[in-house]
C-alpha cells in the first residue's frame, strides 16, 4: 500500500512557475509508475504527465508538453511536477497517482493510490 501527500499548490500569475511535491509512504514507492492528474470544475480528471520507476521514461498530454516536468527522488519517496509557462486553463486540483499496473498508462482507472489533491490556481 502506498499513500500519498501532494503538496505545493496555490495561485500564480499567467506565465508563472510551480513546483508540486508529493510525499509517498512505504517500502515499494520506488516499484511504482506514478503519474499526476488534474480535475477542474466541472470536467473529468485528466492526465497531465507520469514517470517510470526508475525515471527514465516520462510521459505527457499535449496540453502540457514543453511546459510541465515530471520527475522522482526515489531516495525521497517523492514525485514533482515543475509547471513552467503557466496558463488560465491549467487551474484545477492536481493529483498525484501510483499505477496499479506495471507500465505507462494515461488512464485514470489504472491508478489504484491517489492523494487528497492540490488547488493550482493561474490568474489571467
Known amino acids: 500500500q502506498v499513500q500519498l501527500v501532494e503538496s505545493g499548490g496555490g495561485l500564480v500569475q499567467a506565465g508563472g512557475s510551480r513546483r508540486l511535491s508529493c510525499a509517498a509512504s512505504g517500502r515499494t514507492f520506488s516499484t511504482y509508475f506514478m503519474g499526476w492528474f488534474r480535475q477542474a470544475p466541472g470536467k473529468e480528471r485528466e492526465f497531465v504527465a507520469a514517470i517510470s520507476w526508475n525515471g527514465r521514461s516520462t510521459y505527457y498530454a499535449d496540453s502540457v508538453k514543453g511546459r510541465f516536468t515530471i520527475s522522482r527522488d526515489n531516495a525521497k519517496n517523492t514525485v514533482y511536477l515543475q509547471m513552467n509557462s503557466l496558463k488560465p486553463e491549467d487551474t484545477a486540483v492536481y493529483y498525484c497517482?501510483?499505477?496499479?499496473?506495471?507500465?505507462?498508462?494515461?488512464?485514470?482507472?489504472?491508478?489504484?493510490?491517489w492523494g487528497q489533491g492540490t488547488q493550482v490556481t493561474v490568474s489571467s
Open positions: 497517482a501510483a499505477s496499479r499496473i506495471g507500465g505507462y498508462s494515461s488512464r485514470w482507472d489504472d491508478y489504484a493510490y
